[in-house]
């Protein structure tokens, strides 16, 4: 969006600055700017009850929608579904009015940063997490849109991923009202831009694509679009893993996100990272349980008991946090 | 509320018009016949020139448009954005007077309390979702465009694609410029699919000029044209299908 030459006036507001609003008259006081984007610049400021996120944009119209969605999330039942919304105002400047919203200001790390960081299973846990809040989404019938990276975040611990910006999300059965290309099928010729649940997914499997290629890549005019992705996916040793989801992603073969959820699932807890999981945590097991271990007769069949014991114990304790997750 | 028509314009050019009418005076005349104009100023690398931006953000100002200058390479995501806008711009207009004889002269979304500005906002997305949309695209084909041409092709494509997406009815047709003997030649009828395009613009008249100002009162009398034609069959034209010219 940055090359792009706007018109639009934007409205600055600098750190200390206080902000008050035309029709209700809550007073903000700006901390420092967190980031931009089509519609407006989003700030860190303290209100009345704590820290908020308040963005200013310079359509009404724009702003006003982007509202009208927060409004409607925050009547799903449950975790919010994106930031939860707390006021609508406007400003008066010296350069003009301009139409500001206040959300719950979410703190966290980026996602690609995120898993760059943490080991790969957390690709499939947070991708888990993410498709049953789009599952809550689609079920009031409403479809996110423009999903992607940038407009999520990982907060915690315990680590949960959010939706930080849902200007995107449109009405099922309406056009994608905004959309990056990178994600959107349309884009990659491998569907319409309709809003159905099987767009987000879409653009879900090319989030994990992401992932792996941080800095993304464009459709190459030479080759087959989805075989490009297709080479992608298993080009790489942990998107691999996930071949099968993703690509029925891609292909539109998930209606619901509950569907692809249900494959992604049973491969992050496949063999192959179960495996995986336990060589790790080995080195970081209680001191105790090791002690225990030494202390037991040397047989020759030890060992293959040994890591039966450990990977069962680590398998029951990752059935107990899924349980958590789920509740 | 019945579904109404929004009729664009929407011109992709990399320059200065150099002959002819005053682009900004036809995008003038164009927006009185309820014609919204849009412009893309399409470059290379490096920026346009002061005057060639000056020109692209006078036509879309006085046609009642969107204009947005762009790199070749971001020309699918503009080209659909700012049909998307110059359409909420148009619809908005007309909500606007209907808000001003409902609650009284000067009042403008932002004298709304910002509650009931979510309603109008329903309203418009609503009427941008369902109206249909009669789209005439005309584009610079003059010599400095040539090597632009694929990328105008997969954005005329991508258009379509995000279009074909909305509920209301799309119709599209394809004009270049400057062509030989007149100003504009069709490169493609009325039809609702867009994609149907390829290849349009491998034979090319190019030339020197750039006669935008003619080009637009041209593709404004193929509007006025098709306009004529629909209205009469009956009264009620906009449920019927295209006769076929």
Same mark, same amino acid.
């Given at each position: 969006?940055?090359?792009?030459?706007?018109?639009?006036? $934007?409205?600055? %507001?600098?750190?200390?600055?206080? @902000?008050? *609003?035309?029709?209700?008259?809550? /007073?903000?006081?700006? &901390?420092?700017?967190?980031?931009?984007?089509?519609?407006?610049?989003?700030?860190?400021?303290?209100?009345?009850?704590?820290?908020?996120?308040?963005?200013?944009?310079?359509?009404?119209?724009?702003?006003?929608?982007? $509202?009208?969605? %927060?409004?409607?999330?925050?009547? @799903?039942? *449950?975790?919010?579904?994106?930031? /939860?919304?707390?006021? &609508?105002?406007?400003?008066?400047?010296?350069?003009?009015?301009?139409?500001?919203?206040?959300?719950?200001?979410?703190?966290?790390?980026?996602?690609?940063?995120?898993?760059?960081?943490?080991?790969?299973?957390?690709?499939?846990?947070?991708?888990?997490?993410?498709?049953?809040?789009?599952?809550?989404?689609?079920?009031?019938?409403?479809?996110?849109?423009?999903?992607?990276?940038?407009?999520?975040?990982?907060?915690?611990?315990?680590?949960?991923?959010?939706?930080?910006?849902?200007?995107?999300?449109?009405?099922?059965?309406?056009?994608?009202?905004?959309?990056?290309?990178?994600?959107?099928?349309?884009?990659?010729?491998?569907?319409?831009?309709?809003?159905?649940?099987?767009?987000?997914?879409?653009?879900?499997?090319?989030?994990?694509?992401?992932?792996?290629?941080?800095?993304?890549?464009?459709?190459?005019?030479?080759?087959?679009?989805?075989?490009?992705?297709?080479?992608?996916?298993?080009?790489?040793?942990?998107?691999?893993?996930?071949?099968?989801?993703?690509?029925?992603?891609?292909?539109?073969?998930?209606?619901?996100?509950?569907?692809?959820?249900?494959?992604?699932?049973?491969?992050?807890?496949?063999?192959?990272?179960?495996?995986?999981?336990?060589?790790?945590?080995?080195?970081?097991?209680?001191?105790?349980?090791?002690?225990?271990?030494?202390?037991?007769?040397?047989?020759?069949?030890?060992?293959?008991?040994?890591?039966?014991?450990?990977?069962?114990?680590?398998?029951?304790?990752?059935?107990?946090?899924?349980?958590?997750?789920?509740? | 509320?019945?579904?109404?028509?929004?009729?664009?314009?929407?011109?992709?050019?990399?320059?200065?018009?150099?002959?002819?009418?005053?682009?900004?005076?036809?995008?003038?005349?164009?927006?009185?016949?309820?014609?919204?104009?849009?412009?893309?100023?399409?470059?290379?690398?490096?920026?346009?020139?002061?005057?060639?931006?000056?020109?692209?953000?006078?036509?879309?100002?006085?046609?009642?448009?969107?204009?947005?200058?762009?790199?070749?390479?971001?020309?699918?995501?503009?080209?659909?954005?700012?049909?998307?806008?110059?359409?909420?711009?148009?619809?908005?207009?007309?909500?606007?007077?209907?808000?001003?004889?409902?609650?009284?002269?000067?009042?403008?979304?932002?004298?709304?309390?910002?509650?009931?500005?979510?309603?109008?906002?329903?309203?418009?997305?609503?009427?941008?979702?369902?109206?249909?949309?009669?789209?005439?695209?005309?584009?610079?084909?003059?010599?400095?465009?040539?090597?632009?041409?694929?990328?105008?092709?997969?954005?005329?494509?991508?258009?379509?694609?995000?279009?074909?997406?909305?509920?209301?009815?799309?119709?599209?047709?394809?004009?270049?410029?400057?062509?030989?003997?007149?100003?504009?030649?069709?490169?493609?009828?009325?039809?609702?699919?867009?994609?149907?395009?390829?290849?349009?613009?491998?034979?090319?008249?190019?030339?020197?000029?750039?006669?935008?100002?003619?080009?637009?009162?041209?593709?404004?009398?193929?509007?006025?044209?098709?306009?004529?034609?629909?209205?009469?069959?009956?009264?009620?034209?906009?449920?019927?299908?295209?006769?076929?010219?």
């Amino acid at each position: 969006m940055k090359e792009f030459i706007s018109k639009n006036q $934007v409205c600055k %507001l600098h750190p200390g600055q206080q @902000v008050i *609003g035309k029709w209700h008259r809550k /007073s903000y006081k700006i &901390v420092k700017q967190l980031g931009y984007g089509a519609t407006g610049t989003v700030y860190l400021a303290h209100g009345v009850d704590g820290a908020v996120a308040l963005k200013v944009g310079a359509e009404s119209m724009a702003i006003s929608s982007e $509202v009208n969605v %927060l409004q409607q999330l925050s009547k @799903v039942q *449950g975790q919010h579904l994106g930031p /939860s919304f707390i006021d &609508v105002d406007d400003i008066i400047t010296s350069e003009g009015t301009y139409p500001f919203y206040v959300m719950e200001y979410l703190e966290g790390e980026p996602l690609i940063p995120f898993w760059q960081k943490h080991r790969p299973e957390w690709l499939g846990i947070l991708m888990v997490q993410l498709l049953s809040d789009l599952d809550r989404l689609h079920r009031i019938g409403w479809i996110f849109g423009d999903l992607k990276p940038e407009n999520l975040i990982v907060t915690g611990p315990p680590y949960r991923i959010r939706w930080m910006d849902v200007g995107g999300t449109t009405m099922k059965g309406r056009a994608i009202k905004e959309y990056t290309e990178f994600f959107d099928r349309g884009y990659w010729g491998l569907g319409s831009r309709k809003a159905e649940p099987s767009y987000d997914l879409y653009s879900v499997a090319m989030i994990m694509i992401n992932s792996r290629y941080p800095s993304r890549f464009d459709k190459k005019p030479s080759s087959a679009p989805y075989k490009q992705l297709q080479k992608a996916i298993v080009n790489d040793t942990i998107l691999k893993k996930y071949q099968s989801t993703i690509e029925g992603a891609l292909q539109g073969k998930f209606s619901e996100a509950m569907a692809m959820r249900k494959s992604l699932v049973s491969q992050v807890g496949s063999s192959d990272s179960r495996r995986e999981y336990k060589v790790t945590r080995r080195t970081q097991a209680p001191t105790k349980q090791r002690k225990k271990k030494k202390k037991q007769p040397a047989k020759k069949s030890s060992a293959i008991f040994e890591t039966f014991l450990v990977g069962s114990f680590l398998l029951l304790v990752y059935i107990l946090y899924w349980f958590g997750q789920m509740m | 509320m019945s579904r109404g028509t929004l009729r664009q314009i929407l011109l992709l050019t990399d320059g200065c018009s150099n002959t002819g009418e005053d682009p900004i005076a036809m995008a003038a005349l164009a927006k009185e016949e309820g014609i919204t104009i849009n412009v893309i100023g399409v470059i290379e690398q490096g920026q346009m020139s002061e005057q060639g931006i000056q020109e692209v953000e006078g036509i879309a100002m006085a046609g009642g448009g969107v204009s947005q200058i762009v790199y070749t390479q971001q020309l699918s995501q503009t080209v659909q954005m700012v049909t998307r806008k110059g359409m909420t711009q148009t619809i908005q207009g007309v909500v606007s007077k209907e808000l001003e004889g409902i609650l009284g002269k000067e009042t403008s979304m932002e004298d709304l309390e910002p509650e009931k500005r979510g309603q109008v906002t329903e309203v418009v997305d609503e009427l941008g979702e369902t109206m249909d949309l009669d789209i005439l695209i005309l584009v610079d084909t003059s010599a400095s465009m040539k090597s632009k041409l694929p990328m105008v092709q997969e954005a005329l494509t991508d258009l379509s694609v995000s279009l074909n997406a909305r509920t209301g009815d799309n119709q599209f047709s394809v004009y270049s410029f400057p062509a030989k003997r007149k100003s504009i030649e069709r490169r493609l009828n009325w039809t609702p699919k867009l994609e149907t395009l390829t290849g349009v613009f491998d034979k090319l008249s190019s030339g020197g000029v750039t006669p935008t100002g003619p080009a637009l009162q041209e593709a404004l009398n193929a509007f006025r044209k098709r306009m004529k034609k629909k209205e009469q069959p009956i009264d009620e034209g906009i449920y019927l299908e295209e006769p076929g010219m």
